[in-house]
């Protein structure tokens, strides 16, 4: 026989008083009615939304802190901060500059005084002065990042090898040693190098590696892939994507020096190491060994 | 302005407003389970942030369920089980026919009476019970949520209106 939940029925509005009084009492009736009513009233815990919101942001920031224990550690971060307010102090009062900088195994995103938007790779700094915006927007990077421009708005990104115009749009720029990278997604930028300057249309990149000049097309990306925890490299010398491993995952990996300069083409995730460090040595025939924080790639002997 | 975004919870915009939607009632249920509020603030934070670490994986659609399935391995994995008890406010309905302080009295004890009783009810019986009478979810949300039928869902509410009646007849 089929269980019938006539209470939950009549809570509901399926089944009226009347029908209810085949199966309890008008006394019983009285109870539920009161219990249902005065349940009905009690109001759900007091939560605000938004200041939850801006703790989840602070908890995000503060999450790779959070994950590594040891005292030793507790210890160096408390060093390391004192030091950076030291320098933060300095900069304050001696440059009135604007700094961004990110460690790491971090990645972080701000917005410009114009409400552009920037993120932030891993191990990169970008430097402006806010105070001197409106005249003289000029903003210095080291490492990789990603902008997207509000409409309208035209600003330059220096950096030691080259530096980039910007015609509100949404462009990658990066810059390691002897690698100067710009990658337009969407309106266009123009890009300076060695006194000559080139228009890069979206779905275009321009590359500089060791003073050579390649112009490339994007594979109908919208965003670099390193935004989605990805990073993604064409003809990249082996030397650079194991650079940027160690940089997404703060790790220090030991290879053969005779494979520095091998070209690599392919994409490791920032969320996996064994995943990632897969990725790199499958292609090359190597086999990796883990040891505390240091990785160890070698010849695969079968 | 971001179209190619709109389908991937790793945009801020569209997480921001997968918070704004559901957060208060991920918060609810949790409190309902728990009883403790700033457990249950702690529990949505970690679970949001677990849900950002993971926006890739999310497929359009099973956002929510998502969600809920993070928020229930936290609470499971992370904290133990103790004696649970819920407290709530009340509206104020003024009842012009009745303000004798007697009446009032009694309806409050009355309420007492009732949070003391729910908080006695099993955790799934107390959960659907106050998803309903509080959220105002009708049963077939519930059910989507809990990952149980409808059915499953009348036989909770059902469970808890006999407990609550047995209970406060008690006292």
Sequence with gaps: MKQNYFLAKWLNGELSEEQLLQHISQEEIDVYKKIAN???????????????????????????????NSNFVKYTFRIAAMVAIIIVSYYYFSNTKTIYATKFAEKTSF???????????????????????KKNRNLDLMGEAYFSVKKGSKFTVNTAIGSVAVLGTKFNVVVRDQFFEVQCFEGLVSATFLGKTAKIPAGNSLRVLNSKIEF?????????????????????????????????????????????????????????????????SIPLNLNYTIKKDTVILQKNEN | MNLEQNKNYCNEKKFSEFFLNQSKNL?????????????????????FLKFWNNCEKVIPGKAKSYLYTIANNIFL???????????????????????????????KQFGD???????????????????????????????????????????????????????????
């Design chain 2, 77 to 107: 994995n992370e904290f133990a089980k103790s004696t649970v008890v819920l407290k709530f406010k009340s509206h104020k309905t003024p009842d012009i026919t009745n303000q004798n302080p007697e009446y009032l009295m009694e309806e």
């Design chain 1, 38 to 68: 005065t349940a009905n009233q009690f109001e759900a815990p007091d939560y605000n939304v938004e200041s939850e919101y801006d703790a989840v942001l602070a908890k995000k920031s503060a999450t790779k802190i959070k994950r590594l």
């Design chain 1, 111 to 133: 917005e410009l005084p114009d409400q552009s938007k920037v993120f932030l790779n891993a191990s990169s700094e970008i430097s402006f002065s806010e105070k001197k915006w």
């Design chain 1, 216 to 280: 490339l097309e994007n594979k109908a990306e919208t965003n670099p892939s390193w935004l989605k925890n990805n990073s993604t490299f064409e003809s990249m010398p082996f030397s650079y994507v194991i650079k940027e491993l160690e940089r997404q995952f703060n790790v220090k990996v030991v290879y053969n020096s005779a494979i520095a300069s091998t070209l690599f083409t392919g994409t490791f995730t920032h969320t996996d190491l064994d995943l990632a460090l897969k990725a790199v």
């Design chain 2, 27 to 47: 918060n609810n249920y949790i409190y309902y389970k728990c009883g403790n509020l700033e457990l249950a603030k702690d529990i949505v934070q970690d679970a």
């Design chain 2, 113 to 171: 009476k009732l949070q003391n009783a729910i908080s006695k009810l099993t955790e799934a019986q107390r959960i659907a019970f106050l998803m309903n009478r509080i959220d105002g979810k009708k049963y077939a949300e519930i059910a989507e949520i809990l990952d149980i039928s409808v059915k499953g869902v009348e036989k909770r509410i059902h469970g808890a209106l006999v407990s609550l009646r047995k209970t406060i007849g008690n006292i």
